[in-house]
């Protein structure tokens, strides 16, 4: 059964402090990796797709990596408002364009 | 401003009663989704429609119905048949082509069924 699992639940770091969001994945055959923030009370916003092992994206403070097994969300520097929470979604082989998504990591950074 | 629209952002029924999520977007894109959030759950998706006039049910219809009769439109309702209606429910579109997969949201509606 294709599977999500992202990690930790939740996250509290001091502004500065960098870190790193885990999602591992099993799925038959990926197709693409997603990133999302989502604010409180708000729809997910589109951060990152990955798509093979080795591929690095970044935008600002944050940047997306990808493994056969897991993907990671290093997070350099943060800022207050970079608190949210972050979603993880693959796209597998046999799913129709359908995603599955894990159930999140909720970020607090504090200044 | 291209985007996703959901309206309304907070709406409250009695149970047994039917209600109607409005999804617009103008983004052009081909297809449409929706999915239902609640507290410590992934996103789970309802249906999905990839074409006008055509939609797929995703992991968990039951008590959803939806219609695609135009491009820019994907309403969903909620039926009196859904045992547990009260959610934040997100709909999403997708362009076609090779970013197809990526999946761009509104911001949501929270039902709450008394």
């Known amino acids: 059964e294709d599977q999500v699992t992202q990690s930790p639940e939740a996250l509290r770091l001091q502004e500065g402090e960098s870190s790193s969001l885990n999602c591992s994945y099993t799925v038959s055959g990926l197709r693409g990796l997603f990133w999302y923030r989502q604010d409180p009370g708000k729809g997910p916003e589109f951060l990152f797709t990955?798509?093979?092992a080795g591929e690095e994206k970044e935008k600002e403070r944050l940047k997306a990596t990808l493994t056969k097994k897991e993907s990671f969300l290093h997070i350099t520097a943060p800022k207050p408002e970079d608190s949210a929470t972050y979603l993880c979604a693959v796209r597998a082989g046999g799913s129709q364009g359908n995603l599955i998504f894990g159930k999140g990591t909720k970020l607090s950074v504090k200044p | 401003d291209g985007g996703i629209t959901q309206s309304p952002k907070y709406l409250f029924r009695k149970e047994g009663q039917n209600v109607t999520l409005s999804c617009e977007q103008n983004?052009?894109?081909?297809?449409m989704y929706w999915y239902r959030q609640d507290p410590g759950q992934g996103l789970r998706l309802i249906y999905y429609s990839q074409i006008v006039n055509d939609f797929q049910k995703g992991d968990i219809a039951e008590g959803y119905s939806v219609s695609r009769e135009k491009k820019e439109s994907f309403p969903l309702t909620v039926t009196s048949a859904q045992k547990n209606p009260t959610a934040f429910y997100l709909c999403a579109s997708s362009p076609g082509g090779r970013r197809s997969y990526e999946q761009y949201f509104g911001p949501g509606t929270r039902l709450t069924v008394t």
């Open positions: 983004l052009n894109h081909d297809a």
């Open positions: 990955l798509y093979s």
